[in-house]
């Protein structure tokens, strides 16, 4: 091949390889960048889709406002309360893959069941939960309550999705904790939610995909050295999992941040009395039922934010102790 | 290798060519499709089948995916919104401030037809601002009790008298309301919607002063109707608590919660709009009384209603107006009236015989109870000044707190009041035109 035939060869090779990605290049450009770029102008205006009041540029009064606003703070104190929890569910998705990684018969079924919630459509399993929390005939509290009568113990159940209470003992009126708050309400309820059915779900895949493919070798030179189960785990399986725990922690906590809009919407309704209000769900209440989407737009760029402050946070010092 | 993705990629253009036909909505030949954004019921189709049958070159046909107002107001500015579209309650100003609601003020005229002589006169706030009009009710409702008869035979109880006290429904609920050996509750006494406006209402309290510049949510009518609600759950327990209802709650809509819990038997009484009629008619053993709703001497009841309007972005005006013609006219009044779906628009079709007793349903003898209950009652009331989404998070977040028994009503409503001033005065703040409009003191 001549060097003139070489260079129309690699020509016609780059513009083919643009045309495959320009689909995929102008979807990015429509319905992500675009809009990305757009809700920041927005940000900047007193957007009201009801055209009341007109239509001005504010400049950075919506961020100044979502400063000044004890919703704001409220709203982010609960997401980072759901999110204190991540740790507690990335956790229980290693022992169950840990688990799942046995050489036992019948572990595919073990697997399709500790899956089942993932595939499982999650109006219908909120819809569910919401009946297990009824305080008075709820199946929790009626084995909270088996469990009280054994010991002859008198039971006064949780209050669950209809309680402001909480392990933290938040107020639920200001940012204030007291002892009479502390207990197990709304905020709870979704969080075991939530862990039942993350427990099985994508990160405990990511572990298990993570630790068979880890090579046997290490394993067995450090049972040859005499290391136990749990030496073997420590020294060898969680330095090896490094990479896998560093990646769910970042989409963990991003997606911990942006979470919270679909229980709220079936379950809670963001209450009782707004505990279990996201900024998420916070966002989409602004826009989309006050209509005030200047103001929301500027909360969902002050979360952006947040998430990229915390996103690079966690790159700079948990990057640290992964194998990358 | 590049031959197969160039393969692949010609396939999947020449298959999206040849599909692309098939993914549009076959249009009947010389037919107009009207979109209406509504939900779907059985009495929804009953009414576009005689829409259709009347006027032969449209095809009238429901979106109900869309009918919430926020999806009705993105979709219609982005261009692609229905053709009609209901808004429920007092959202009126909201499509009229966006400028998706058409004004038909000129065109009803050139219909001969009169809204504000038609037209239930309590009803003006939910289709017309001032002296122009928007839109035409679908339907009308408000409540009143139905009563299971068969609960009461059985019980050898007197069917409750058509102008009862909250004494009078409080007495017999607790003596309707049965359990089980295990303490539970097999049947409640009465069951209504956890709805502070509602009982605002009946207690006479009021939302706002007349000219709409000061919350009055603090005052003793909206204390004795808050004391109401949550005493006869915690303190009577004829009805389930929130959570109860809750967990015993699907999504809602039409013909769920408390209307087929009554049709299960779980309640003897209920409080809910005449629309519940419809699901009760599918119950054939059910046997239904209705009285009136308990008000205090300054009390209403709430109407309650969807008004429907002509997107003025839709490309298909002249079609909309013909199906706001159909509304307005005897048939569709007489079929929503037959049908039980509230009462229809126009006052004069429920004077006819037929409304006050239907040969069809020979055992509903309650039709004037309604027509009386709808003479009486009243719209939600608001103010320019603060959106009703905002009175509801203000009070809402305090009824929590007295739900759970953390708070007592009247230290909730004087938050409830504090919150509404706070917000209304941000609105001010935000709102040059308004605030001018609020310093002049009109509303």
Redesign the interface.
């Known amino acids: 091949m001549t060097a003139k035939n070489k260079k129309r060869a690699t020509r016609i090779a780059t513009i083919l390889g643009l045309a495959y990605l320009l689909p995929n290049l102008l979807g990015f450009l429509v319905f992500t960048a675009g809009p990305v770029i757009f809700s920041f102008g927005a940000s900047l205006t007193n957007w009201n889709i009801m055209n009341s009041p007109p239509l001005e540029f504010v400049g950075f009064r919506n961020y100044q406002q979502v400063g000044q606003s004890s919703q704001f703070w409220t709203f982010f104190i609960n997401t980072v309360y759901f999110m204190a929890f991540i740790p507690v569910g990335i956790a229980g998705s290693l022992v169950v893959a840990l688990l799942l990684d046995s050489r036992l018969r019948g572990m595919t079924l073990f697997r399709t069941l500790l899956y089942l919630p993932s595939f499982t459509a999650g109006v219908a399993i909120m819809i569910m939960w919401k009946g297990l929390y009824n305080p008075d005939h709820g199946l929790i509290n009626a084995c909270l309550r088996g469990v009280f009568d054994l010991f002859s113990l008198p039971f006064q159940g949780p209050g669950w999705l209809q309680s402001t209470q909480n392990l933290m003992g938040l107020h639920p009126e200001k940012i204030a904790f007291a002892v009479k708050d502390i207990g197990l309400g709304a905020r709870e309820a979704l969080v075991f939610m939530g862990f039942w059915a993350g427990l099985g779900g994508g990160n405990m895949l990511l572990y298990l995909a993570a630790l068979t493919n880890m090579p046997d070798e290490l394993i067995e030179a450090a049972s040859l050295d005499g290391a136990g189960r749990w030496a073997v785990f420590r020294h060898v399986k969680w330095p090896q999992l490094a990479p896998t725990t560093f990646f769910i922690v970042i989409m963990s906590v991003i997606g911990g941040f942006q979470g919270g809009v679909d229980s709220a919407q079936v379950m809670t309704g963001g209450g009782p009395a707004g505990t279990t209000t996201t900024l998420a769900y916070h966002i989409f209440r602004k826009s989309f039922v006050e209509y005030q989407f200047g103001y929301a737009s500027a909360v969902a760029w002050v979360l952006f934010a947040i998430v990229f402050a915390f996103s690079g946070l966690l790159w700079k010092f948990g990057n640290k102790e992964t194998n990358y | 290798m590049?031959a197969l993705?160039?393969a692949i990629?010609v396939v999947l253009v020449g298959w999206t060519l040849f599909m692309l036909p098939t993914s549009r909505d076959p249009v009947p030949a010389g037919k107009t499709i009207v979109t209406w954004a509504t939900d779907d019921t059985p009495i929804r189709r009953e009414q576009i089948a005689l829409f259709n049958k009347l006027n032969p070159d449209l095809d009238l046909r429901i979106d109900p995916t869309n009918n919430d107002p926020?999806k009705v107001?993105?979709q219609s500015?982005g261009g692609v919104g229905p053709d009609v579209f209901d808004m429920p309650g007092t959202t009126l100003k909201?499509f009229v401030?966006?400028?998706i609601a058409l004004d038909l003020t000129d065109e009803l005229a050139k219909m001969g037809y009169d809204p504000l002589s038609e037209i239930w006169p309590a009803a003006k706030p939910l289709f017309a601002i001032e002296d122009r009009t928007y839109g035409v009710p679908a339907n009308l409702d408000t409540l009143a009790i139905f009563y299971d008869r068969q609960a009461f035979d059985e019980m050898k109880l007197p069917y409750p008298p058509v102008n009862p006290t909250w004494d009078d429904i409080i007495a017999i609920g607790k003596k309707l309301t049965a359990k089980d050996a295990s303490g539970?509750t097999t049947r409640y006494g009465l069951l209504f919607w956890w709805d502070w406006r509602d009982f605002f209402a009946m207690c006479g309290a009021r939302l706002f002063t007349d000219d709409g510049r000061k919350l009055t949510i603090d005052t003793p009518e909206a204390l004795a109707a808050v004391n109401l609600m949550s005493s006869l759950i915690y303190v009577h327990k004829l009805a389930p608590?929130?959570?109860?209802s809750?967990?015993m709650?699907?999504?809602g809509g039409w013909g769920s919660g408390n209307e087929s819990r009554f049709v299960g038997r779980r309640a003897a009484m209920v409080v809910g709009p005449r629309y519940f009629t419809g699901n009760f008619r599918r119950a054939p053993d059910l046997k239904v009384g209705v009285v009136k709703l308990p008000l205090s001497a300054t009390g209403s009841t709430r109407l309650k209603g969807r008004t429907i309007a002509v997107n003025s972005r839709s490309p298909r005006r002249a079609a909309a107006l013909r199906f706001i013609k159909f509304v307005t006219d005897g048939g569709y009044n007489r079929l929503n009236n037959d049908l039980a779906d509230g009462v229809g628009p126009s006052l004069k079709y429920t004077e006819e015989p037929k409304f006050q007793f239907n040969p069809d349903f020979p055992e509903e003898k309650y039709n004037p109870i309604w027509r009386q209950s709808m003479l009486a009652a009243q719209p939600d009331e608001s103010s320019p000044y603060i959106?009703n989404?905002?009175v509801d998070e203000a009070v809402?977040?305090?009824l929590?707190?007295v739900?759970?028994g953390?708070k007592d009503p009247k230290a909730a409503l004087a938050?409830a009041q504090a919150a509404g001033e706070k917000l209304l005065q941000e609105n001010l703040a935000?709102?040059?035109?308004?605030a001018k409009r609020y310093a002049e003191g009109s509303k």
Do not use: K, P, W
């Open positions: 590049r993705f160039s990629l926020n107001v993105v500015i909201v401030d966006s400028g539970r608590t929130a959570s109860e809750n967990s709650a699907s999504v959106s989404g905002q809402g977040f305090q929590d707190l739900n759970q953390i938050a935000a709102n040059a035109a308004l």
